[in-house]
């Protein structure tokens, strides 16, 4: 009989026990437990010596949508030439708006979008916006396989065009702009996956 070093663990607490589970407001993030529905956009918004921007896809949601941004730098520039043009413009991550077909608007504010909502957001009683809302969710890469970017937004769109302004001085992008068909975003919702609620 082969004995163990370790005594036996206690079993598990009970998830069930009392404890109540902390969710993010629906309109903060995408819907966790949620494979999204993806909306192909595949528009260029700056070709530029250094780099290209392109508003890939949208991811989305029951609750929204997330812009999936790429930033693809000339793989035959050396990473000193392109932290340069990174570091002289100052601006190293990309600004993204949008506007909806009834005029409102997301991301204009001169802030960036990250971290908590923006102070002194008009909400409902239920604490829900009453206007769009942009964050960013994500991001990472580098220079030889470029950057990805993840920019949140809440609401769904009304049916219309569906304006997505994307700036990033370091690739030499002041302002650049996709449109998409907000039905097509409404539509894509529905198929959504929701796993777990």
Request: proline letters at 13%; one cysteine or more.
């Amino acid at each position: 009989m082969v004995t163990s070093f370790f005594e036996p663990l206690p079993p598990p607490p009970d998830p069930a026990a009392g404890r109540r589970q902390w969710a993010p407001p629906v309109w903060d993030r995408p819907s966790e437990g949620t494979v999204p529905w993806l909306v192909p956009v595949n528009a260029v918004v700056h070709r530029g010596d250094l780099a290209v921007v392109c508003v890939e896809s949208l991811s989305v949601y029951p609750n929204g949508f997330v812009v999936d941004l790429r930033v693809l730098t000339d793989p035959r520039r050396s990473y000193e030439e392109v932290m340069a043009g990174v570091r002289r413009s100052g601006a190293q991550v990309p600004r993204v708006g949008v506007r909806f077909s009834d005029g409102r608007t997301a991301g204009r504010e001169a802030t960036w979008p990250h971290g908590p909502a923006r102070p002194g957001l008009p909400k409902e009683d239920d604490g829900v916006p009453t206007v769009p809302v942009v964050r960013f969710v994500g991001g990472g890469g580098g220079v030889r396989a470029g950057w990805r970017f993840g920019v949140w937004v809440h609401p769904l769109p009304p049916k219309g065009p569906v304006e997505i302004f994307v700036s990033l001085p370091a690739a030499g992008l002041e302002e650049g702009r996709a449109v998409v068909d907000g039905k097509a975003v409404r539509s894509a919702a529905k198929h959504a996956s929701v796993v777990w609620t």
